[in-house]
């Protein structure tokens, strides 16, 4: 069992920045997949970026890349998504995502823990 944490939500102006944080309880943490999504009010829960099990291949939505960066410490048990250059378009809840056995990483079905998520409110 793992569970998810996430911290680094809040406030800010279009164009400012954010770091997300999640961190996992449990063990294995470097074997799974980590991947990061988003759900807007009224909206469905979007993709936003993932990462591989070594941290080494990250894979982003279009729209984020340039923009958005995911990376990995397994030390720490611990992901974290560095967002720049915010719009208010980016303004949701932000959730961080597990899987041991993940084949496309914009699928959120393939996850199998998830946090609670982060509020993330860019103001124009």
């Known amino acids: 069992q793992v569970q998810l944490v996430e911290s680094g939500g809040g406030l800010v102006q279009a164009g400012g920045s954010l770091r997300l944080s999640c961190t996992a309880s449990g063990r294995y943490f470097s074997t799974y997949t980590l991947g990061w999504f988003r759900q807007a009010p009224g909206k469905e829960r979007e993709f936003v970026v993932a990462?591989?099990?070594?941290?080494?291949?990250?894979y982003y939505a279009d729209s984020m890349k340039g923009r958005f960066t995911i990376s990995r410490d397994n030390a720490k048990n611990t992901v974290y998504l560095q967002m720049n250059s915010l719009k208010p378009e980016d303004t949701a809840v932000y959730y961080c995502?597990?899987?041991?056995?993940?084949?496309?990483?914009?699928?959120?079905?393939?996850?199998?823990?998830w946090g609670q998520g982060t509020q993330v409110t860019v103001s124009s």
């Open positions: 990462i591989s099990r070594s941290g080494l291949t990250p």
């Open positions: 995502a597990a899987g041991s056995s993940v084949r496309r990483v914009i699928n959120s079905d393939e996850y199998d823990y």
